[in-house]
């Protein structure tokens, strides 16, 4: 994407008002020069999504995409990437200079990178802790970095059958057990919690003395109680703060064209704002 002045990118959905994107794609455009570029968010929901896509004109250089959107999305755009279709979600929408509308989700590509920079390279099995949308997302992830069996915690069997569907689809090998049981999930090499703030609070107690690796998606509130604890044990966290600004770096450089993206300021910005709430 050229990076002309002028240039505008926003984030959509419904609620939005508490997103950190405009100030992660903010920090960006500073530290990287970019003072004509505006990035606004906008509150969007299913039945509004296909004008606010008609309307986008040449000034448009993108959008991110929250819920419930992503899958919204797809029949309106030209193109949708391998990574958005494998779990028929895309969170980044790139305008491209001949006026095409391409998807892509860089919330896999962003789990990988976050844990990566806590030196976790590839794991030998994992557990997921939930089965929503970003569940689906996680699994995706793990695709890349996992070489053996995923066990994945759900609250009823028709959870638990998508999941099984997903890891099909995704080539991972996935096995389901009853939420009841979600404390064995703890002991695994890699936990990845994708629940809503407040579910996985009981589990707290029964992390183990000597935890390996938590990826938390939730970031407000933080640390959650699970997080609070693993870490009090010398347990390796990953936060659902570092997921948004890693998947942020990669929509930042697929709409600017500038790479790297300007990590650092973007985190720290993203801290900022955070403390300030």
């Given at each position: 994407m050229a990076t002309e002045s002028g240039r505008r990118a926003a984030v959509l959905g419904s609620p939005i008002a508490h997103s950190l994107s405009p100030v992660l794609h903010r920090a960006a455009y500073g530290e990287l020069g970019l003072a004509d570029w505006t990035y606004d968010l906008f509150e969007v929901d299913e039945a509004?999504?296909?004008?606010?896509?008609?309307?986008?004109?040449?000034?448009?250089?993108?959008?991110?995409?929250?819920?419930?959107?992503?899958?919204?999305?797809?029949?309106?755009?030209?193109?949708?990437?391998?990574?958005?279709?494998?779990?028929?979600?895309?969170?980044?929408?790139?305008?491209?200079?001949?006026?095409?509308?391409?998807?892509?989700?860089t919330d896999i590509p962003g789990m990988v990178a976050a844990l990566r920079e806590r030196g976790i390279e590839q794991v030998e099995s994992a557990a997921i802790l939930g089965a929503g949308a970003t569940a689906s997302s996680a699994l995706a992830a793990l695709a890349r970095i996992c070489t053996g069996e995923v066990v994945a915690y759900v609250r009823s069997e028709a959870r638990a059958a998508e999941m099984r569907q997903w890891g099909e689809r995704l080539d991972v090998e996935v096995r389901t057990a009853d939420w009841a049981d979600?404390?064995?999930?703890?002991?695994?090499?890699?936990?990845?919690?994708?629940?809503?703030?407040?579910?996985?609070?009981?589990?707290?107690?029964?992390?183990?003395?000597?935890?390996?690796?938590?990826?938390?998606?939730?970031?407000d509130p933080w640390p959650t109680a699970l997080a609070a604890r693993w870490s009090g044990y010398g347990g390796a966290v990953v936060s659902g703060l570092d997921l948004l600004v890693h998947q942020a770096v990669l929509q930042v450089e697929q709409m600017t064209g500038r790479a790297p993206a300007p990590l650092d300021v973007m985190r720290k910005a993203g801290e900022h704002a955070l403390d300030g709430r």
């Amino acid at each position: 994407m050229a990076t002309e002045s002028g240039r505008r990118a926003a984030v959509l959905g419904s609620p939005i008002a508490h997103s950190l994107s405009p100030v992660l794609h903010r920090a960006a455009y500073g530290e990287l020069g970019l003072a004509d570029w505006t990035y606004d968010l906008f509150e969007v929901d299913e039945a509004a999504l296909p004008g606010f896509i008609a309307g986008l004109g040449p000034e448009w250089a993108g959008l991110s995409l929250t819920m419930p959107l992503k899958r919204a999305v797809i029949p309106l755009l030209d193109e949708v990437s391998e990574t958005a279709a494998s779990v028929e979600a895309v969170n980044t929408v790139v305008c491209t200079d001949d006026g095409r509308r391409v998807g892509d989700n860089t919330d896999i590509p962003g789990m990988v990178a976050a844990l990566r920079e806590r030196g976790i390279e590839q794991v030998e099995s994992a557990a997921i802790l939930g089965a929503g949308a970003t569940a689906s997302s996680a699994l995706a992830a793990l695709a890349r970095i996992c070489t053996g069996e995923v066990v994945a915690y759900v609250r009823s069997e028709a959870r638990a059958a998508e999941m099984r569907q997903w890891g099909e689809r995704l080539d991972v090998e996935v096995r389901t057990a009853d939420w009841a049981d979600a404390e064995r999930a703890l002991s695994a090499p890699l936990v990845i919690a994708t629940t809503p703030a407040g579910t996985t609070d009981a589990l707290s107690k029964a992390v183990p003395e000597r935890p390996a690796t938590l990826f938390d998606v939730l970031y407000d509130p933080w640390p959650t109680a699970l997080a609070a604890r693993w870490s009090g044990y010398g347990g390796a966290v990953v936060s659902g703060l570092d997921l948004l600004v890693h998947q942020a770096v990669l929509q930042v450089e697929q709409m600017t064209g500038r790479a790297p993206a300007p990590l650092d300021v973007m985190r720290k910005a993203g801290e900022h704002a955070l403390d300030g709430r």
